[in-house]
């Protein structure tokens, strides 16, 4: 190579060299909550599980208070009211979430009867569902148990059972029980979808912004976690780059169990 051309082309392959260790480097210096929180709960693969979601593989920062998640016999479950229910699918954009009880999971005899009681401060239910009810240890004599017909008033209160649970289905899935185009067990696993009773505004500002949201474990706040540091509200967007790296270069239903 001619002598002159390689001493003009040394500065440029300086500048090249230090301009790509610069970059690898400020890749490499995500902010340590920022990059716990981009990943979703991983869980008997059921994806897409995220804030306000946490536990798991994400800290408690990446979530809030009672949305607690644990991996239990490889599907993802969140507790309330000391029933488990198995999240089938998170909706982030109509932050709402899919769950089934666990212990209706595959069955209708569950070994206790507890009605369906869900943390209304956390969630609540969308307008599509309705609830299926269901009774145990009846009197089989009494009119209507063997039949599709609506039950007597309150089975339980006559003495007709003696006990009811109520538990949520899709009302699609009710449809089409009453059709029988579906199984009871079918309409049960397919669980209801309730609402995250959380401000989707202020996620959707942080994550518009670059960032992940998240808690702030000293006040109980929001947090933005961003790439440098985490912030109250949004990203500085001033000093992260859009690319997400920072450079200093620029029905009454009937079913009967063995009681």
């Given amino acids: ?9 040394f500065p440029l392959l300086l500048i090249t ?3 790509s260790v610069n970059v690898e480097l400020s890749l490499g210096q995500d902010n340590e909550q920022y990059a716990n929180c981009g990943e979703d709960i991983n869980c ?3 994806g897409g599980i995220t804030y306000p979601f946490w536990g798991v593989n ?4 990446c979530g809030l ?3 607690e998640v644990k991996c239990v016999d490889n599907a993802p479950m969140i507790n309330m009211s000391n029933i488990n229910y198995r999240i089938l699918k998170m909706n982030s954009i109509a932050s709402s979430v899919t769950v089934a009880r666990q212990d209706y999971w595959e069955t209708i005899c569950p070994l206790t009867y507890v009605n369906t009681n869900i943390n209304f401060s956390l969630f609540s239910y969308t307008s599509g569902v309705t609830n299926l009810t269901f009774y145990y240890g009846c009197n089989t004599s009494v009119p209507g148990l063997t039949s599709s017909s609506n039950p007597p008033s309150d089975p339980v209160a006559t003495g007709a059972c003696k006990n009811g ?3 949520p289905v899709f009302t699609t899935a009710v449809v089409a029980l009453e059709a029988n185009q579906m199984t009871i067990g079918e309409a049960v696993d397919g669980g209801s979808e309730l609402d995250l009773e959380i401000d989707d505004d202020q996620c959707n500002r942080c994550v518009e912004s670059g960032g992940k949201c998240g808690l702030n474990t000293t006040n109980g706040g929001f947090s ?3 790439h440098d ?3 109250a509200t949004i990203c500085n967007t001033t000093s992260l780059g859009r690319q997400g790296w920072s450079a200093k270069t620029g029905v009454g239903n009937w079913e009967f169990c063995a009681i």
């Fill in 1 to 9: 190579m001619h002598p002159l051309l390689l001493q003009s082309l």
């Fill in 17 to 19: 060299s230090f301009l």
């Fill in 44 to 46: 008997g693969g059921v």
């Fill in 58 to 61: 994400r800290a408690n920062y």
């Fill in 65 to 67: 208070p009672g949305f």
């Fill in 165 to 167: 649970v109520t538990v």
């Fill in 224 to 226: 933005c976690f961003c």
């Fill in 229 to 231: 540091q985490a912030y």
